[in-house]
């Protein structure tokens, strides 16, 4: 969100208001960028019409990249570079190994995962919070709707979204 | 919200009509299972059918690994598994008669267990299909007297403790380990155990049941909080009984052998198998056109149990597996040796398929999200799971009673259909006689719109 962009916003006073606005302002021809809510609200990605997550897909390569890595590891230290016999069995003693390559593949994919989210999502430590409306934190549900994004006037989005019931309409 | 607008809970009630054409063809299935099983029986007289050629030469290898482990173990264990000593070949057919009693008596209970834990979390998404599994202990009328039958009359075709003078001093026969457990492992204790949690277990379901009628008739939320309590007791009789039950009906079987982690092994494979089989009946009740409002949210989380429950199998049964292997005792080992490369490796193959239908299959075909709500894969993975864990209990079974005259032929199949008619049979019965939807259930209107 960089300050070039001219944003206006909704404020609802009610999760279910906000659901059904959400519908009526897309019917407008109106694109919505995002809505912030306090808390979760139920089927709200589904009228956003947001696109699922592809974080699942990341999780995988990172679970095989962590398989992958664990038993290159093992098969190293313990079969080429320095064979021990342990407890009798073979070098290459894969039951054994299993409990450290399952810990291998988690360690990569809970890491990795969350590596990949605060890139796409930009955050780092010590990132400055854009919050549109310090409210959202609280008890009010905000509508962000880009004006430069939209073939709609700055006038029609604002009676678009009053219409809907929003309770204040603010320009940032 | 969208699309449920239509349904009001209150004034529908949907019941499951089970048509005469329908009781007609699971009576076909079951007379089919009957006539396998007879011409499967009629083979094994003939000791056409039987691994008795294999039988030889599985003899050697088996005898060897039993010699190295009573020699490794200093001679206090001579592992000779109940086959062995005096076999006879209907003992093939007591096997597959226990083998499918205690695998479809898991699945009843199951369903008992289901709902009891969903009233004791409280949860709401599950009241829209609970009547399903609500139904399922019904088969524990058949189950539970059948597996008492055999323990009594024919116990020590399938348990080594109960063959002539294990526990006598001075017979031929004495076995010192097996005189030390004989306090726990012992006919009157056996029957009490089986009876009397047997007992408990038809009890509480038959309050459970009628308390749950009641609830479609009078409403309120009285009826829930009774159901929560009566849900609690169950979970604490059955935490109790799962695992001895495992023990007596399974792990006994190898009387030497034991397992720590026996008790939990049995309970998950009994447990996933249930899911898939409450998981399964959904599915075709909707295709059969009921229960329109389970949508693919609710199978959604039953995909989720079923994927998460084969991955606590797996755990579980890797757990058993890894100390074993690790620890490298004999008398621990040969519990897998027999699995693995004895008996003439009768049992490999299946050792594998266990593996690949409870572990690797529903693990691929379960891990995404569209997988667990669509009504194909979830098919799949339903498919592999009952009959992974069937080759599972074969495998936990099988082995110990029959030794190197194991096999698949056609007095498994014959059994196999017979006892899944029966339960079909059964369980349909059950499921006419109340309301297909629990309409008075306090979080029916949360279940419908369940939104994940």
Not at chain 2, 309 to 317: A, M, P, R, T
Not at chain 2, 377 to 384: N, R, V
Request: proline share 3%.
């Amino acid at each position: 969100m960089s300050s070039t962009n001219n944003y206006i916003l909704g404020v609802y006073d009610d999760e279910d208001e906000v659901l059904h606005a959400v519908s009526e302002v897309k019917s407008k021809g109106i694109k919505i960028e995002e809505v912030y809510t306090p808390f979760p609200i139920h089927g709200l990605d589904t009228a956003l019409g947001h696109p699922r997550t592809r974080l699942p897909i990341a999780a995988f390569m990172f679970g095989c990249l962590g398989l992958v890595c664990a038993q290159a590891l093992i098969n190293y230290t313990m079969v080429f570079d320095w064979p021990m016999i342990i407890g009798g069995k073979d070098f290459f003693a894969l039951p054994d190994w299993i409990p450290i390559t399952f810990e291998g593949t988690v360690l990569f994919t809970a890491f990795g995962l969350v590596t990949t989210f605060c890139i796409s999502n930009d955050l780092y430590p010590g990132k400055k919070p854009e919050i549109l409306d310090i409210r959202i934190t609280d008890d009010r549900f905000v509508m962000a709707i880009n004006v430069d994004k939209n073939k709609k006037s700055a006038a029609d989005i604002k009676k678009a979204l009053k219409d809907s019931g929003a309770v204040e309409v603010n320009v940032k | 919200m969208a699309g449920h607008s239509h349904f009001s809970p209150a004034n529908v009630e949907e019941h499951f009509e089970f048509s005469s054409e329908g009781k007609k063809r699971i009576i076909y299935g079951f007379i089919a299972g009957i006539v396998a099983l007879i011409i499967g029986i009629y083979l094994l007289s003939k000791g056409e059918s039987g691994g008795h050629e294999v039988a030889a030469a599985g003899h050697e290898a088996a005898n060897a690994g039993h010699e190295a482990a009573g020699h490794l173990s200093g001679g206090a264990a001579s592992h000779q598994p109940a086959a062995e000593e005096h076999y006879d070949w209907t003992n093939r057919i007591w096997a597959n008669v226990w083998l499918n009693a205690v695998f479809f008596t898991g699945i009843s209970v199951v369903g008992m267990f289901f709902v009891s834990l969903q009233y004791l979390a409280k949860a709401g998404w599950s009241s829209v299909l609970k009547r399903v599994p609500e139904a399922f202990p019904k088969f524990l009328y058949v189950t539970l007297p059948i597996l008492l039958a055999v323990f009594i009359f024919k116990g020590d075709v399938i348990f080594h403790w109960m063959h002539h003078g294990v526990t006598e001093v001075g017979s031929e026969n004495y076995d010192k380990i097996i005189a030390g457990k004989s306090g726990y492992l012992n006919k009157t204790f056996f029957i009490s155990r089986l009876i009397g949690f047997g007992a408990i277990w038809l009890i509480l379901w038959n309050m459970l049941r009628k308390k749950s009628i009641e609830e479609d008739l009078v409403g309120g939320t009285e009826i829930f909080t009774k159901l929560v309590r009566i849900g609690v007791a169950f979970i604490v009789i059955f935490g109790l009984s799962s695992s001895m039950f495992a023990w007596d009906w399974v792990m006994s079987i190898d009387t030497h052998w034991f397992s720590t982690m026996f008790g939990w092994y049995m309970f998950s494979s009994w447990h996933v198998t249930g899911l898939a089989i409450i998981t399964l009946t959904v599915l075709l009740l909707k295709d059969k056109g009921y229960m329109s409002y389970v949508n693919e949210n609710h199978l959604h989380d039953m995909g989720k149990f079923m994927f998460a429950f084969s991955i606590f199998w797996s755990y579980v049964w890797f757990s058993q597996f890894l100390l074993i292997y690790y620890a490298n005792f004999p008398e621990e080992t040969i519990y897998f040796l027999e699995r693995w490369e004895g008996h003439n490796k009768i049992y490999k193959t299946s050792e594998i398929l266990n593996i690949l239908f409870n572990f690797f299959f529903p693990f691929l075909v379960l891990m995404t999200r569209d997988a667990k709500r669509t009504r194909i894969f979830l098919m799949i993975a339903c498919f592999f799971i009952i009959s992974g864990h069937y080759i599972d209990f074969y495998q936990m079974i099988m082995p110990g009673v029959l030794g190197p005259h194991g096999g698949y032929g056609l007095v498994e199949f014959g059994m196999l259909t017979a006892f899944s008619c029966a339960f079909i049979y059964v369980i349909s019965d059950e499921l006419t006689k109340a309301s297909l939807v629990a309409k008075n259930h306090p979080f029916l209107i949360e279940a419908l719109h369940h939104d994940i």
